[in-house]
């Protein structure tokens, strides 16, 4: 198949190519998509067909359910037979964002896009081309637009490197804002959980739920994380920073250097590539050095000592570099 991509303005998106896209998925295609998280990979979430598809073009086990996406809470209604008032109230506060809610769901939902739960994740997505797309089509199924166990997908190239030829169509906004997939809260039992920390810092849930939430790891998810070619390693200090370098060189892998500080000292070989991590308050660009420095061939991509007490989503960053 020939995959077909389209440039489309982030914040005003042309409803011609909006349409194009709603008639692939309507056409129970696969077409992926800007979010303010991540870019997904679309279905139409109604047709057990077209998210066969997501699995297949994704080598994604079929147990692993699938994020819903809608555009206004008329939609929630098909999909889940209540919306309970703690799910109400984090809509009301938290949608559109980047915050997935996991609710009890109707049984006309697909069982291929629950995973054979009894249970739905719901996510409204703030992108713009997102929620046009989903304006014209109804609720779309959609993971992040990568190869099962890949990096999250934060630009149209990373989409090409992993899904070229798999999918009908990508939609090219450009970089997404935040780099981090959505934050995750399970209401289908007693108690809440929250299942990924994401692009909704946890400091935000919890001025909102009194009760005490409960952090678990999704024992469903796609794992292993970020399977790229470069091996990843953590220095927790200078000393085991400086002590990998000189194995590593002396092992002569080609070595990639991940610092947080512009112009980190404690470089042994001057001319290992330095990728800059973002350490800023609203995204991450994690992801992209991780694919950046598979393209450049490095064999050993070597954490520097990142700063502790981390809060927001560097939290939640912080978490997901410690998986790798
Ligand atoms: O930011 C995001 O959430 C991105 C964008 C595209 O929206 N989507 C995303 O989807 O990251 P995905 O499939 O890559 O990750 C969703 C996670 C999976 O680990 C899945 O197991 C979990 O959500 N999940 C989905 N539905 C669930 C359910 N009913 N119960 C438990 N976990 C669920
Ligand atoms: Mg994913």
Known sequence: MITEYWKVDPVNPQSDIITRAADLIRDLQ?????????????????SSEAVAKIFAAK???????????VSKIEQVKE?????????????DKFWPGPLSIILPCRKEVPAIVRGGKSSVGLRMPAHPVARALIEQTGPIAAPSANLSGRPSPLTA???????DGRIAAVLDAGK???????????????????LRLGGLPLEELQQVLDDK??????????????????RVIIC??????????????GQEKKLGIVSSKPGYSHIINKSDPVYYLDLGQDSSNLYTILRDAEQDGIQILLFSPLPQNLTGINRALLERINKL
Request: glycine share 6%; charged share 20%.
């Open 59 to 69: 080598g994604r086990p079929p147990e692993n359910p699938l994020l819903v996406h």
């Open 157 to 163: 190239e990373h989409v090409r490197s992993d899904l």
């Open 236 to 249: 927790q200090n200078e000393r085991d920073f400086i002590d990998q370098q000189e194995y590593w060189l």
């Open 176 to 194: 997404t804002g935040i780099g981090l997939e959505s934050t995750i809260i399970d209401l289908s039992q007693d108690k809440y959980r929250v």
């Open 79 to 91: 999909l889940v037979p209540e919306i309970p008032e703690t799910a109400r109230l984090l809509m």
């Open 213 to 230: 939430i409960q952090i678990i790891n999704n024992e469903s998810d796609e794992l292993p994380h970020y399977q790229t070619s470069s």
């Open 30 to 46: 696969l077409v992926a998509f800007p979010t303010e998280t991540v870019y997904g990979l679309g279905a139409l979430a109604s």
